[in-house]
């Protein structure tokens, strides 16, 4: 049978996977706002577990405000990469430190 620590453990190695591919891969808007997004989805999985082992719904109502904010912000960050791109061509990071005011 599952248990809650098996979810806790895959939320675990998925918050790690997306909190190393943020640290490794820096360089990407794309993938920086995907390992955020995987973050996110990592906490939502863990509300999702307690709300179940508990039998309470509110940390399952609560995982729909998450997934709300998540997607305006995807919203805006993929609107920020778009201005980006069609600026400057790329979509590196790096090419985000020097502003004209």
């Known amino acids: 049978m599952i248990t809650v620590s098996h979810y806790l453990v895959l939320s675990g190695i998925l918050f790690c996977l997306s909190v ?5 891969n820096r360089k990407n808007l794309i993938l ?3 390992c955020i997004e995987l973050m996110l989805l990592s906490v939502n999985f863990n509300f999702v577990a307690f709300s179940h ?5 509110a940390g399952q109502i609560f995982v729909f405000f ?3 904010v998540a997607a305006a912000e995807a919203a805006i960050g993929l609107a920020i990469l778009v201005v980006l791109f ?4 790329t979509v ?8 004209k005011g």
């Open 32 to 34: 920086l706002l995907m």
């Open 92 to 99: 590196n990071v790096e090419s985000l430190d020097s502003l």
């Open 53 to 57: 082992h508990l039998d309470d719904i």
């Open 66 to 68: 998450i997934l709300t």
């Open 20 to 24: 190393a591919g943020i640290f490794i």
């Open 86 to 89: 069609r600026n400057r061509r």
